[in-house]
Each structure stands twice: as structure tokens, then as C-alpha cells.
């Protein structure tokens, strides 16, 4: 049985790609050679190439998913009170928004903007972790007044 290749996480090519993949399909390259020479297949560079030719256009149309509820400026917002307060629970980086829209977006939206920019929402302290030396202390404390 051949070995697994393993596929890279799929990406979007970015505009520059893309006009690099028209400019060197124009210069006489082969669809093979562009595709070895960006790190693409050839069926990539076929589909760009396929693009321009009847269309004219080399930019991403849009998706057809529902569209996000923040913009990038509340983005950097949630981002902001996040970093400025690591201990600050949703519902309070929901507060300390910017009161410029209606509705607010929901914990659970905060939620996902703080887990795409690699932050992890986590509950803030009741108290301070008690250290060995302090359980130790405690006990001490305790023991002789146990009934």
C-alpha cells in the first residue's frame, strides 16, 4: 500500500498569489510549473487561469454564508478589554464594549471572536489558590480545635 501524503490546511490564495499566477501564465509557464513553483497544484492555478479568461477577475467572489455579526473594529474591541483584563469574564468584556450598535453581540459571539484570535475565555477567581505553605498553616490551626 503507497504511503499517505498528507494534505496542508486548506487555504485561500491571496490576491498577490493570484496575479502572480496570471502574470507567469502570461510570461508562457505551464500550469504545472506555476503550481510547483507557488506550492499549489496545477488544478489551482488551471481554476485562476480559467477564471480570468471568461471573467476577467481574479478576487474572491463572496461567500454565501451568513454574514459575522461584529465588524472588525468591535473585533479589536473584544480583543482590547480581553488582553488589557485577563481575568474579565464575557458578560463584563459585553459591558465594556463600544455602545455604537444595537444589538449587543452575545457572550457566545464573544466567545468565538476571542477563540479565532487564539485567546480562551476562562471563568475569573473566586480567590487566590491557597500555597503549601498556607494548607499547612491551616491545619496547624485546625487540628487542635477538631472536636
Not at 471568461?54 to 463572496?62: A, I, L, N, S, W
Not at 464575557?90 to 476571542?114: G, N
Request: net charge positive.
Amino acid at each position: 500500500m503507497p504511503p499517505r501524503r498528507n494534505r496542508r490546511q486548506y487555504e485561500q490564495l491571496t490576491d498577490f498569489d493570484r496575479g502572480r499566477i496570471i502574470g507567469l501564465r502570461e510570461a508562457g509557464w505551464s500550469n504545472r510549473r506555476i503550481g510547483h513553483h507557488l506550492g499549489q497544484s496545477d488544478m489551482v492555478v488551471a481554476r485562476c487561469w480559467q477564471q480570468w479568461i471568461t471573467e476577467g477577475r481574479v478576487y474572491r467572489r463572496g461567500g454565501s454564508g451568513r454574514p459575522k455579526n461584529t465588524n472588525d473594529r468591535e473585533d479589536r474591541a473584544i480583543r482590547r478589554v480581553a488582553t488589557s483584563a485577563p481575568t474579565t469574564s464575557l458578560a463584563s468584556i459585553q459591558r465594556h464594549l463600544p455602545p455604537s450598535r444595537h444589538p449587543v453581540p452575545s457572550r457566545e459571539t464573544i466567545r468565538r471572536r476571542l477563540t479565532e484570535v487564539g485567546l480562551r475565555s476562562r471563568r475569573p477567581l473566586r480567590r487566590l489558590p491557597l500555597t503549601p505553605h498556607h494548607r499547612q498553616c491551616r491545619l496547624d490551626f485546625c487540628r487542635p480545635r477538631a472536636t
